[in-house]
């Protein structure tokens, strides 16, 4: 099975293109969307939510740049961050 779904992660470089590393990456994404989901705390550290988002910029760009291009648009977390950043210092 993994043959085929490796295809859905065309620009995913080769090297890393393997079932461990993107199971790792997008059960880590997961656990991330559970949290919010499930209303825990997310803000506990900005280092951590900026590696959550960049992790998820990168699964997205694996699977097709141009929906990386357009979901830039969907993603307010650098305004968020920097209007209420102070709350989490």
């Known amino acids: 099975m993994w043959k085929n779904i490796r295809l859905a992660f065309p620009n ?3 090297k890393i293109r393997k079932r461990k590393t ?31 988002r960049n992790e998820i910029a990168e699964a997205i760009d694996w699977m ?18 920097a209007k209420r950043g102070t709350l989490l210092d």
């Open 22 to 52: 993107i199971s790792s990456k997008f059960n880590g994404i997961r656990k991330f969307r559970n949290r919010v989901f499930h209303y825990e705390s997310v803000s506990w550290n900005r280092d951590a939510l900026v590696n959550y």
């Open 64 to 81: 097709d740049k141009q929906l990386l291009d357009w979901s830039e648009e969907l993603f307010h977390f650098d305004d968020v961050i």
């Open 12 to 14: 995913c470089p080769k």
